[in-house]
């Protein structure tokens, strides 16, 4: 019986992904993760929560990935806000302020590998920031020009570390923005 008229959305789609991952995947049952009783029989209080899915680049989040999907700790998000939300992601502290590693790369324009690198060698997260990177630029082509990497990075929005990373395993600048544009990974 039909109640809300929303059987196709991604929405309710969203919602039927929650409860089922909840009764069956390995890592939500084995830590106890589950679906509040507001949320469990009631997509109606589902969605009067949460709302519509924003758009096909959201799933839904739990702020706190210990607790269960309630409204309190749940929100849409992207797959890029969910990655800085992982419990294997390493928070590093700086100035008072605390990012992922990820972030710091991508505020400092430091490879993250860079990063990582310093600091297993004991260096201190001061100096590990505030040392000047020695990089060899690197010179890319796309659309018929060609810019360093740096300069590619800020012109189509795209961190450097993402440049760094991708261009590693083959990718050509021509594929990375075809990539970035059509939302995969």
């Known amino acids: 019986m039909t109640t809300h008229n929303d059987s196709y959305s991604d929405t309710y789609k969203t919602w039927i992904g929650m409860r089922k991952r909840c009764k069956k995947g ?8 589950q679906v509040c009783d507001r949320w469990l029989h009631s997509y109606e209080n589902f969605l009067a929560d949460m709302g519509k899915r924003p758009g096909p680049e959201y799933t839904i ?26 419990t294997t992601n390493n928070f590093l502290t700086y100035q008072g302020v605390t990012l992922c590693l990820t972030d710091w790369a991508e505020k400092l324009n430091i490879p993250e590998g860079t990063i990582r690198g310093r600091l297993r060698r004991g260096w201190s997260i001061e100096k590990t920031f505030t ?22 990075s800020k012109e189509l929005g795209i961190p450097q570390t993402t440049l760094q990373r991708k261009i590693s395993r083959g990718m050509t600048l021509t594929e990375i923005v075809e990539t970035n544009q059509s939302g995969k990974e």
């Open 61 to 86: 989040e739990r702020k706190k990935n210990h607790l269960g999907y309630t409204p309190e700790n749940c929100c849409w998000a992207t797959n890029k806000e969910q990655a800085r939300n992982k």
């Open 26 to 33: 390995p890592h939500y049952v084995k830590n106890g993760v």
């Open 131 to 152: 040392t000047p990177c020695q990089v060899n630029k690197v010179f890319l082509e796309y659309k018929g020009e060609t810019r360093t990497m740096g300069a590619w």
